[in-house]
């Protein structure tokens, strides 16, 4: 997924959010790519505050059932 489609992602969260439609709740996501995608959306925040981001992903995990905006609406 761009940086373009997560940003788009993100701004359409955040519409339902204000307009108070709920998000649907049955993407299938795989942990560690939403980790390593966390990661590439706080890369600069991380970098600019010289923290060092070190991953240790287990593989073969399954799949969950979750949010895939949510899950970087920290960020």
């Known amino acids: ?6 940003a788009g992602n993100v701004i ?3 519409r ?4 108070k439609t709920p998000a649907p ?5 795989d942990v560690n790519e939403a980790i390593r995608e966390t990661i590439v959306l706080t890369r600069g925040e991380a970098l600019k505050n010289g923290v060092l981001v ?3 992903l287990a593989e073969g995990l399954p799949l ?7 899950h970087n609406k920290s960020s």
């Open 12 to 14: 359409g969260g955040i």
């Open 25 to 29: 709740r049955d993407d299938r996501l």
């Open 54 to 56: 070190l991953t240790e």
């Open 16 to 19: 339902k959010l204000i307009t």
């Open 64 to 70: 969950i059932q979750g949010d895939r905006v949510q």
């Open 1 to 6: 997924m761009s940086d373009v489609d997560r």
